[in-house]
Each structure stands twice: as structure tokens, then as C-alpha cells.
């Protein structure tokens, strides 16, 4: 039997894309999926579609519908004890984690930044317009 769906893999809270699967059967997807704990299915149509951007429409229409937010950005900064941002990930803090470091979502925030709780993040001396 042909495949007439593919899935979406995302975060449950933050509806963050964690990735795509492709069976080789509709029967097979639940399992090729391998949904991990905080992680939620969600189906949609394999096509056609004319174009990336109307298969991106199709993605996000269908995390949206089934989570009830728009995919959300999976950009984080990994930041360490003292308040340093020591790399960039693609990650979800309420499910993922880097040992000894705390995951904080930011679109912008990179090395050499400095975080705190009631501050957020600050950008480095000489850095007023910095690049993601």
C-alpha cells in the first residue's frame, strides 16, 4: 500500500519541528516515527505540492492545526554557570538538555553573550548588531 501521509515529529510544548519521516507504508508510521516523550506526531498529506514554500505551508498548517501554536523557532543558547553563552544549538529546553549548561530559546544570542534571569541576554562590547 502506498504511502499518502508523512510525519511531522514535533515538540509538544514549544511545537518546535524535530524532524520528518517518510515510511514506506501509512501501517508503518507509528513505529518509524519513534515519538520520544515530549514529542507529538502529527500527520500531513503527501502532496504534490507545487512548490517548497507550499510544502512549508502544508507543514506549519498542520503542526499549527494539530497544536494549536505555529511551529516555534528551535534556536537556543547553551549557557553555562556564571551567566556565558558558550555555543548555539537547535534544541528544545523542555525536552533537551546539555549537562551542566541551561538551554534558554533566542533567535539572536550568540559566544561571548551574557545571560541573567532578570536582565536576559547581552551582546558583547563592540557587537551593537550582531548576526545570528
Not at 29 to 44: D, P, S
Not at 82 to 95: H, L
Request: glycine letters at 12%; aromatic letters at 6%; charged letters at 10%.
Amino acid at each position: 500500500m502506498a504511502i499518502t501521509h508523512f510525519g511531522i515529529v514535533c515538540s509538544t510544548v514549544n511545537a518546535q519541528i524535530r524532524r520528518y519521516v517518510y515510511p514506506d507504508t501509512d501501517a508503518q508510521m507509528n513505529t518509524a516515527a519513534n515519538v520520544g516523550v515530549g514529542e507529538t506526531l502529527v500527520l500531513c498529506g503527501i502532496g504534490p505540492y507545487p512548490n517548497t514554500a507550499a510544502w512549508f505551508a502544508a507543514v506549519n498548517a498542520a503542526v499549527t492545526t494539530a497544536l494549536g501554536k505555529a511551529p516555534g523557532n528551535p534556536r537556543c543558547a547553551v549557557i553555562d554557570g556564571t551567566g556565558n553563552v558558550v555555543d548555539v544549538i537547535m534544541a528544545d529546553p523542555t525536552i533537551d538538555s546539555v549537562p551542566g549548561m541551561m538551554l534558554v530559546l533566542d533567535a539572536n544570542a550568540g559566544p561571548g553573550w551574557t545571560w541573567t534571569i532578570d536582565g536576559g541576554f547581552v551582546a558583547p562590547p563592540g557587537n551593537p548588531n550582531p548576526k545570528p
